[in-house]
């Protein structure tokens, strides 16, 4: 798929799993990735999709703040993650685990990973937002990778 067809699937995607960095992307303004994800967040924003997230990707992307002291970023992703319109976080239940756990069993991926995408499923999502090209080895969803998509 060519990166003008892959965008054309953002444009059809109404749920969206979305990994941890497109959000670090985002908030942290990121020169190359941010107009896309601004894209996206506005998508999201007008009720064009729906965003899912576990609530692991909180603690990947507060711990870098917290541990510079970065108070102000470690709110901002708080603020994106927790209020905004169209973005849903998910706690990581019974089978989301279950589901994760096959997925490291089937595909070697890390729990994290696994966990992300479980989420993504079970939510329903019709992709996974990333920029991590191995997870692509996995096959039982739709993979938007953030270096392969132009607006």
Do not use: W
Request: proline share 4%; with cysteine; aromatic share 6%.
């Amino acid at each position: 798929m060519n990166a003008h067809e892959n965008s054309e699937c953002v444009k059809n995607v109404t749920r969206i799993g979305i990994d941890t960095s497109p959000i670090i992307y985002l908030v942290e303004k990121h020169p190359q990735y941010f107009p896309l994800m601004a894209e996206v967040l506005s998508r999201i924003s007008n009720g064009n999709m729906i965003a899912i997230s576990t609530m692991i990707t909180l603690t990947e992307v507060l711990t870098h703040p917290i541990k510079q002291g970065n108070l102000q970023l470690a709110n901002d992703y708080e603020k994106i993650l927790l209020n905004s319109v169209g973005f849903r976080m998910m706690p990581v239940e019974a089978q989301i685990a279950r589901r994760a756990a096959e997925l490291r069993a089937q595909y070697n991926l890390k729990t994290p990973d696994a966990l992300q995408i479980a989420t993504a499923l079970v939510a329903g999502c019709d992709a996974f937002l990333t920029n991590d090209i191995r997870l692509k080895q996995v096959k039982v969803i739709s993979f938007l990778i953030l270096d392969e998509l132009e607006l």
